[in-house]
């Protein structure tokens, strides 16, 4: 059934009643439409940031239609789970965002240190850092959030864990996919080398970042693409491909370190 709803009454309406739940202090809006970037048809992300003991099942008694995971069911890390959900016919995601990690990994991107933690649909996995772009970049709807800047320290040392990553990635494929011709393992790491070096880029910029898409093109890696598009089964076509990628990404670093 059509909605009766404008977007903005939609919006008012689920962000009154996530913030009813127990322990919630705060809501806010994400991803494309948090940045004005969205389409008719884009999913709605929001998240609910709370204080003490949350529990799923309060979000899952307010009726709406959907899959509401336990807390950790995201691979227990800094994105500790949420849900899928209809609402007033819009496709809507919550995350759970935990006020005392998100404090923590405030504290820890201040001072230059991160981890990287696998995530389903992310190449690269997530830096621990995610949650504190998201407090930067998204929308605050109800409570009150800080507005975070780009960490210096950040700065230095995110960029370089990044690279590093992907010069390893490559290195291996050169020696160890290339010369037996196995293109889809060559394919795969020109895809996360330049995936992890799209964080380096925009890392030394200082420009947050809250998912992979969009990522390669943000920072200027779309040679990428036509790296991918020329592959063959062949060790010396896969062993130049990996020469020309390392060059590529080598540029790309250098440029975002001294522009």
């Known amino acids: 059934m059509p909605s009766l709803l404008t977007d903005d009454a939609f919006l008012d309406s689920t962000a009154d009643r996530l913030a009813g739940l127990p322990c919630v202090r705060a809501v806010t809006l994400g991803g494309s439409r948090a940045q004005g970037r969205h389409r008719p048809d884009s999913d709605w992300d929001m998240a609910v940031y709370y204080r003490g003991d949350f529990d799923p099942a309060d979000l899952r008694a307010l009726g709406w239609p959907g899959e509401v995971s336990e807390l950790g069911a995201w691979g227990g890390g800094v994105f ?18 935990d006020l005392d990690v998100v404090e923590h990994q405030t504290a820890e991107a201040g001072a230059g240190r991160f981890r990287v933690e696998p995530l389903m649909f ?8 995610l949650v504190v772009a998201e407090l930067a970049v998204n929308r605050v709807l109800r409570g009150e959030l800080p507005r975070p800047a780009y960490p210096a320290a950040l700065r230095e040392t995110a960029p370089a864990h990044w690279y590093g990553a992907a010069t390893a990635t490559l290195a291996y494929a050169a020696g160890g996919h290339a010369p037996k011709g196995a293109l889809t393992q060559v394919a795969g790491a020109i895809a996360l080398a330049t995936t992890q070096t799209a964080h380096a880029v925009l890392a030394a ?53 001294h522009p």
């Open 80 to 97: 500790n789970g949420g849900a899928w959900l209809t609402v007033d016919g819009r496709r809507v995601d919550v995350h759970y965002r």
């Open 122 to 129: 992310h190449l690269a996995g997530i830096p621990t850092y």
């Open 205 to 257: 910029r200082g420009e947050w970042v809250t998912n992979e898409k969009g990522l390669v093109r943000r920072a200027g890696l779309d040679g990428a693409d036509l790296l991918l598009s020329g592959l063959a089964p062949a060790p010396e076509r896969l062993a130049r491909a990996v020469a020309e990628c390392e060059t590529l990404l080598g540029r790309a670093v250098e440029a975002a370190r």
